[in-house]
């Protein structure tokens, strides 16, 4: 069974550049997408992007310009980076699993932009 | 983008009462739909896909209906641990979207 486990910076400055990495335990890449989430009170749930095995991504159009995701394959990670942040970046940022829906999920890691 | 819609925002149960939690989507989604279950300081959960499938070990007191726009997640006989956020979730469109959740909480 698949298991993520997330870590990165949680306090940033705005302009700073937040970085996450995901690891992935107990399966491969091959497959599925791998996506990252973030959660905050004012817009809830929000999708940010994915990648597949062969490191093909998505992002949402809104984000599209500030993020990158990548993986490495050698070991099982992925990562997420996003630039320029502002105080609207604050949010619980997870990682998951995608085939359509998302299952399993990350821990969560509070990311806070603050001055 | 399609917009997922879920009521009510706050629903107030009584233990072993029956919650019964809706949601909308501004145009079809086939039965490409999840339910998930998050309770404070944790990840949200998948408790159905398909609109009406559970996910792995989730309890029969759960179940979900529906197809195209309108959906249901129905907990039946609810337990102190049932009570927490539940948010449902399109994929049948990219990009995928989530509603913006059903409280429920103690009556």
């Known amino acids: 069974q698949v298991q993520l486990q997330q870590w990165g910076a949680g306090l940033l400055k705005p302009s700073e550049t937040l970085s996450l990495t995901c690891a992935v335990y107990?399966?491969?890449?091959?497959?599925?997408?791998w996506s990252w989430i973030r959660q905050s009170p004012a817009k809830g749930l929000e999708w940010i992007g994915e990648?597949?095995?062969?490191?093909?991504?998505n992002y949402d159009p809104s984000l599209k310009s500030r993020v990158t995701i990548s993986l490495d394959t050698s070991k099982n990670q992925f990562s997420l980076k996003l630039t320029s942040v502002t105080a609207a970046d604050t949010a619980v940022y997870y990682c998951?699993?995608?085939?359509?829906?998302?299952?399993?999920w990350g821990q969560g890691t509070q990311v806070t932009i603050s001055s | 983008e399609i917009v997922m819609t879920q009521s009510p925002a706050t629903l107030s149960v009584s233990p072993g009462e029956r919650a019964t939690l809706s949601c909308r989507a501004s145009?079809?989604?086939?039965?490409?739909l999840a339910w998930y279950q998050q309770k404070p300081g944790q990840a949200p959960r998948l408790l159905i896909y398909g609109a009406s499938t559970r996910g792995t070990d989730v309890p029969a007191t759960f179940s979900g209906s529906g197809s195209g726009t309108e959906f249901t997640l129905t907990i039946t006989s609810l337990q102190s641990e049932d009570f927490a956020v539940y948010y449902c979730q399109q994929y049948n469109n990219w990009p995928q979207t989530f509603g913006q959740g059903t409280k429920v909480e103690i009556k």
């Open positions: 998951a699993v995608h085939g359509g829906y998302f299952d399993p």
């Open positions: 107990g399966g491969s890449f091959s497959g599925n997408y």
């Open positions: 990648i597949n095995h062969s490191g093909r991504t």
């Open positions: 145009q079809s989604v086939t039965t490409n």
